[in-house]
């Protein structure tokens, strides 16, 4: 099976930074999705987070989602799609150049799985500051391709410490047995979904309880499957 990456968010929570795991899931992690500033996170936080994932040699991504801070950007907004392109760009402008992909965050990234309008709107405002990066979103869907036919690489995202609905897509956070926290069965669920051949990146969050541990068997049980 062809190397995977094993990719998780960051910059958002000051608290994980300051207490070591930002540092730690680094250890884990072969590439990371920066906050732009909009949905959570500080200046401060974000350039501290791009630092160090370079410092670890762990490529640097871009996070960009709704600017809705009191929701953590996880509650869709109603957005027209020429004004969610231009903050998609301004966000991206604000956080530099310094990305070797994009991810959509939050509710802007599970809205964007199946509505090709804020899929085409990502697209743009991505557009409108660089094409030279892979935007990344969940394999198997919809959004890939119009990222795609925008003339973008894309990765396939799968996730590890999330739960799935029959569909394929996300089960929501506020429903029960939405999180994955235990390290073994977050490892299990990475390499099944690995194995289906149209995953390029694994996700864990870090603010999920044990994200350290989550990675770090991640890590360790995918590794063993590409060899």
């Avoid at 990234?109 to 090709?116: P, S």
């Avoid at 390029?200 to 989550?214: E, V």
Wanted: glycine letters at 8%.
């Amino acid at each position: 099976m062809p190397y995977v990456d094993i990719n998780c968010d960051m910059g958002e929570i000051a608290d994980l930074h300051a207490n070591g795991t930002q540092r730690e899931l680094l250890r884990w992690c072969t590439s990371v999705n920066v906050s732009c500033g909009a949905h959570a996170g500080d200046e401060t936080l974000i350039r501290a987070t791009i630092a160090d994932a370079q410092a670890a040699g762990v490529r640097v991504g871009a996070h960009p989602g709704y600017p809705d801070p009191a929701n953590f950007g996880r509650i869709a907004m109603d957005m027209p799609p020429g004004d969610l392109a231009r903050e998609i760009t301004r966000q991206l402008v604000w956080f530099g150049p310094d990305a070797t992909h994009v991810k959509p965050h939050g509710a802007l990234y599970n809205v964007a799985v199946h509505n090709k309008v804020v899929a085409e709107a990502i697209a743009a405002g991505v557009a409108a500051w660089r094409r030279d990066v892979i935007l990344v979103g969940l394999a198997g869907s919809p959004m890939l391709d119009v990222f795609r036919a925008a003339g973008f690489p894309v990765w396939g995202e799968a996730f590890a410490d999330r739960a799935y609905e029959p569909d394929g897509t996300l089960r929501a956070r506020t429903k029960p047995g939405a999180l994955i926290s235990d390290p073994e069965a977050a490892a299990d669920q990475a390499i099944r979904l690995a194995s289906r051949g149209d995953v390029q990146t694994i996700c864990i969050h870090s603010d999920t309880p044990g994200a350290t541990a989550i990675a770090r068997a991640v890590r360790l049980a995918v590794d063993k499957l590409v060899r």
